[in-house]
């Protein structure tokens, strides 16, 4: 069950954080938009002004705060979790947390320019290579290599925006050849993306007792690093729209599985 409240998006870089405040104020939404220790803006009812970030996760006026916490599950658990625990403290907790962005989708899924969003959150490529092939972390005996978001609340989500709905991974090394993205896809048949944040977001949003999701616009295909076919400005685009969607979206049912 999710309470109402405030929501918490962590993007990797500005670009996608100021695409999802973007999206936010199109919908009417209040919001806040950060990065620790960086002066940034509060977005309330469509006018921007000048703050500091070390207040973003206290700010009570804003519906939702949305952070740019670097690239990679490390900055970004690390950036989620302080944000979380400012919150807590200063009284005003978030009840959802979302990692978002641009990443790249498997075909014929998510082709460019779509959104996906997550029906499991799964660490890739953590966990050990041997002999008989790669052994995700949780076979090992050593925690979790998958977070699920709320399924009713994914998969409404997923149809409000129109986006491919399967397992978002995260990896720490972005996917550039034909070889791994067959070894990714045989590990993981049903995903629809990649990406480099969502575990660690959802590691630290787990850690809180918070539920999360992932939501992700495709800006590249998965598979052979060819920059002259990125369409970064579509799924910016993409990333924009569907936040002008989630707010109306999360408000069908306070209450979700």
Not at 12 to 41: C, F, I, K, N, W
Not at 76 to 98: D, K
Not at 178 to 190: D, F, K, W
């Amino acid at each position: 069950m999710i309470r109402p409240g405030r929501l918490l998006v962590v993007t990797a870089v500005a670009v996608e954080r100021d695409a999802v405040v973007a999206g936010l104020a199109r919908a009417g939404a209040a919001a806040s938009a950060g990065r620790t220790g960086t002066t940034t803006g509060t977005l309330t009812a469509g006018t921007l002004t000048s703050r500091t970030d070390a207040d973003t996760a206290a700010t009570d006026s804003a519906a939702a705060d949305v952070v740019a916490a670097g690239v990679g599950p490390a900055a970004a658990a690390a950036a989620t979790a302080t944000a979380l625990a400012r919150a807590e403290v200063a009284g005003v907790p978030y009840a959802l947390v979302v990692s978002a962005g641009i990443g790249g989708g498997f075909a014929p899924a998510a082709p460019l320019g779509t959104l996906a969003v997550a029906d499991a959150i799964v660490a890739a490529d953590l966990g050990a290579e041997t002999d008989a092939g790669f052994v995700p972390v949780t076979d090992l005996g050593f925690g979790t290599s998958r977070h699920l978001p709320p399924a009713g609340l994914s998969r409404r989500v997923a149809q409000a925006l129109g986006a491919a709905y399967g397992p978002v991974l995260t990896v720490s090394t972005v996917t550039g050849t034909a070889e791994r993205a067959a070894a990714l896809t045989r590990r993981h048949p049903t995903a629809v993306a990649e990406a480099m944040e969502g575990f660690g977001v959802a590691e630290a949003a787990a850690a809180a007792g918070l539920p999360v999701l992932e939501i992700r616009a495709v800006s590249n295909a998965v598979g052979p690093r060819d920059r002259a076919a990125w369409r970064i400005g579509d799924a910016l685009a993409a990333l924009t729209g569907a936040f002008g969607k989630l707010p109306a979206a999360l408000e069908v049912d306070p209450e979700h599985d």
